[in-house]
Structures are given as C-alpha cells and as structure tokens.
C-alpha cells in the first residue's frame, strides 16, 4: 500500500473505516459524515456516491450495506487516493471508485438502474468575481469550475429507478434553487435538515433528501443539529457519529 509523503492515513471510529488523507489535496470533512448517515440506505441494490473526492462518503456508507458502492471522481490524485482507502479496507469487492468527469457516467452506469445516489459536490458558483482557493484541488471540489448544482441533478436523477432516493449535503444559501431543481428533473423534495454549527448560530450545514418521480406532499423538516455545544465541544449527537455510541 503506497502512502506518499504528503499524506496521512485517519479513521472514522464509529463505522471503523479507514481514509487516506492529504492536507495538501483534499481531507474529507464532517459534511462527509453527515452525508452518509442522513438518508435511508438500501440493503441492497445499487449505490452511486458523485463528486466522491477521496471516497470517503461511499467508504462510510459501506458499513451499512451489502450493496455495490460506485464512486465518480474527476481528480486523477483524489480517485488515487480513494481507490488505495477501498484496498486498505478491503472492499474491493463492495466499492469501485471511478475517476472520470461525471458527464462521463453513463459509459459505466445505466440510467434508471441506481437505487440511491449520494453526493457532496462543490458549495460556491464559479463567479468570476468571486475568490478561488489557489490550492487547484480545493479549488474543484469547492466551485463549480467542472460542474454544478444542476448538472450533478440532473445525473443524478437520471441515475435513479422509479422511487430511488438522492441524497446531498450543501450550504443553506442555495436550498431555494436545490429544491427548484430538484423539482425540475423530478425528484421531489422529502426531508431537510439544518446543522448549525452551536446555538444561536446561522446555519451553515443543509442535508436533504428526494425521491425520484415521487408525490410532493410529505416533506418534512428533521430536528436541528449542533456540531458544538455550549462549551465549545462537539455535541453528543456530533461524537455519536464520528467516535460511535461509547
């Protein structure tokens, strides 16, 4: 197992899975985590996690089912690294990691075959205004230079069978035009949930879940989540998914 200088191997104790990281490309964040404990997962099926980075989301989604896990992911050095964390956790047999633009997806995957599709894809509009980070590989998985909000929809629902769930985390400044698009490519809004980072905060963690071709009644608002508390620590419900229930 190749580990370069730059990186550094960490787990997430509570699903027991291992993630090659690298400060100077990309490490996967609580959005990550939340992602993959926010829906409904199938117990078996097809699962396909887009814009996957270093394939944390799927990694930690592998714990729940017996399900094969595909992973899209553009940047060569991130796929790389996600492919070595599916070989350090031997899942190979579970989890395949795709690296390749996610307009290409349809060359490996059929459309209306996929039982759930889970993505973190980049937050912030590519403004020519706006400030990049100058770091390349942050730069791509933060701002929609290789895709955006309604392309990663659009696949996405295109992706999924009749009833198939999708599932993403974002930012809450977007959710009016999330759920504009996602009512566009018909996958109708069913469960949102805002983290905030400790009481008296805005939030800055929007979760939400649709069902493809499904009724638009329905939808509802989960309880809201603190990442910190009062005293600056991670909340009990932020340790539970990060360290397990001990």
Do not use: W
């Not at 599932?167 to 959710?175: G, I, K, L, Q, S």
């Not at 909340?235 to 990060?242: A, D, G, I, K, M």
């Amino acid at each position: 197992m190749q580990i370069y200088d730059d990186e550094r191997i960490d787990q997430l104790y509570a699903n027991n899975i291992q993630i090659i990281q690298s400060p100077s490309v990309f490490s996967f964040s609580l959005d990550a985590v939340l992602l993959a404990n926010f829906p409904k997962i199938p117990k078996k099926g097809t699962i396909v996690d887009l814009c996957a980075g270093n394939g944390a989301v799927g990694l930690f989604v592998s714990d729940y089912t017996k399900a094969p896990i595909y992973q899209i992911e553009l940047q060569e050095r991130l796929a790389d690294m996600g492919k070595r964390s599916i070989q350090l956790n031997h899942l190979e047999e579970q989890v395949t990691m795709y690296q390749m633009d996610i307009k290409e997806t349809f060359t490996k995957l059929s459309s209306d075959s996929v039982d759930l599709v889970l993505c973190n894809p980049p937050y912030f509009k590519n403004i020519s205004t706006g400030v990049k980070n100058p770091n390349p590989h942050l730069a791509i998985a933060r701002h929609e230079l290789h895709t955006n909000l309604e392309e990663v929809i659009m696949i996405s629902s295109k992706l999924l069978k009749a009833n198939g769930r999708f599932a993403m985390v974002h930012r809450p400044d977007r959710f009016l035009e999330i759920i504009e698009v996602m009512k566009k490519h018909r996958l109708a809004p069913k469960r949102i949930q805002f983290v905030y980072p400790k009481k008296g905060k805005e939030a800055n963690i929007l979760l939400i879940e649709g069902i493809k071709d499904g009724k638009l009644d329905g939808f509802k608002v989960a309880s809201p989540m603190f990442t910190y508390d009062e005293t600056g620590n991670y909340s009990l419900e932020t340790r539970r998914l990060l360290y397990g229930n001990d």
